[in-house]
């Protein structure tokens, strides 16, 4: 059984849009917060942003500040990442991770409980 699944990569030029989307089985959606994550080649994977689908409350790391918008709509277990003004360097293979509430400011990577496969999203300059 998938837990998540995300899904929504694709090639953009910068400036452009994409939104990814991950949805999960309802045990997870109920009782974990979801964060995006994303690993550009040669670079750790790295927390990117966090909701909290049970307050609302996000999360956003500085440099996707005021282009990157993470939502949910909980009747479809889903959560999206609405992505702005992408950058070159935004270029990575994003991936939706399930964490505790205690995690979401910080999305340490050995405290995902359970990972979607990733989706690649390739920006060209």
């Known amino acids: 059984e998938v837990q998540l699944q995300a899904s929504g990569g694709g090639l953009v030029q910068a400036g452009g849009s994409l939104r990814l989307s991950c949805t999960a089985s309802?045990?997870?959606?109920?009782?974990?917060?979801i964060g995006w994550f994303r690993q550009a080649p040669g670079k750790e994977r790295e927390g990117v942003t966090s909701i909290s689908t049970d307050d609302g409350s996000t999360y956003y790391r500085d440099s996707v500040k005021g282009r990157f918008t993470i939502s949910s709509d909980n009747a479809k277990n889903t959560v999206y990442l609405q992505m702005n003004s992408l950058k070159p360097e935004d270029t990575a293979v994003y991936y939706c991770?399930?964490?505790?509430?205690?995690?979401?400011?910080?999305?340490?990577?050995?405290?995902?409980?359970?990972w979607g496969e990733g989706t690649q999203v390739t920006v060209s300059s």
């Open positions: 309802r045990f997870i959606f109920d009782d974990y917060v």
């Open positions: 991770g399930a964490l505790r509430f205690r995690y979401r400011l910080t999305l340490p990577l050995n405290r995902v409980y359970y």
